[in-house]
C-alpha cells in the first residue's frame, strides 16, 4: 500500500522552529512533485509548499514566504518542510503530498494530489 508518514510536529512556542518530514512507504518520491498542507482548526486545507521533481521549482503561500522552506533529499528518499519563526496562527495539522500540480494557487490542486499521509499536529503556543 503506497502512502506517506509524516513526523516532526509538536508543541513550541512562539518564535521557535521545526523540521516536518514526509517519507513514503513502498514508492519513492524521486519522480514525482511534492507538497504540504495545513488544516487549521475549522478551516479548510490550504497549500503552503510544494516541489517539482526535479527540484528546480518551488512555491510558497505568502502566509509562509521567509519563514518555511521545503527541501527534499533523494538519497534519503525524504521530504522536509523546515518552519521557523513560527505563530500562533500556524498551529494545524501538517500534510504531506504527493504526485501532483505545483504552481502559484497550490489551493487548487488539492484534490490532484494522489499520495497523503494522515498529518501531523503542530501547535504554537505560550
Known amino acids: 500500500q503506497f502512502q506517506l508518514v509524516e513526523s516532526g510536529g509538536g508543541l513550541v512556542q512562539p518564535g521557535e522552529s521545526l523540521r516536518l518530514s514526509c517519507a513514503p512507504s513502498?514508492?519513492?518520491?524521486?519522480?514525482?512533485?511534492v507538497a504540504w498542507f495545513r488544516q487549521a482548526p475549522g478551516k479548510e486545507r490550504e497549500g503552503l509548499s510544494c516541489?517539482?521533481?526535479?527540484?528546480?521549482?518551488?512555491y510558497y503561500a505568502d502566509s509562509v514566504k521567509g519563514r518555511f522552506t521545503i527541501s527534499r533529499d533523494n538519497a534519503k528518499n525524504t521530504v522536509y518542510l523546515q518552519l521557523n519563526t513560527l505563530n500562533v496562527e500556524d498551529t494545524g495539522v501538517y500534510y504531506c503530498?504527493?504526485?501532483?500540480?505545483?504552481?502559484?494557487?497550490?489551493?487548487?490542486?488539492?484534490?490532484?494530489?494522489?499520495?497523503w499521509g494522515r498529518g501531523t499536529q503542530v501547535t504554537v503556543s505560550s
Open positions: 503530498a504527493a504526485e501532483g500540480l505545483c504552481g502559484t494557487g497550490l489551493d487548487d490542486y488539492l484534490s490532484d494530489y494522489i499520495y
Open positions: 516541489m517539482t521533481s526535479n527540484g528546480g521549482t518551488t
Open positions: 513502498g514508492f519513492t518520491l524521486e519522480h514525482f512533485a
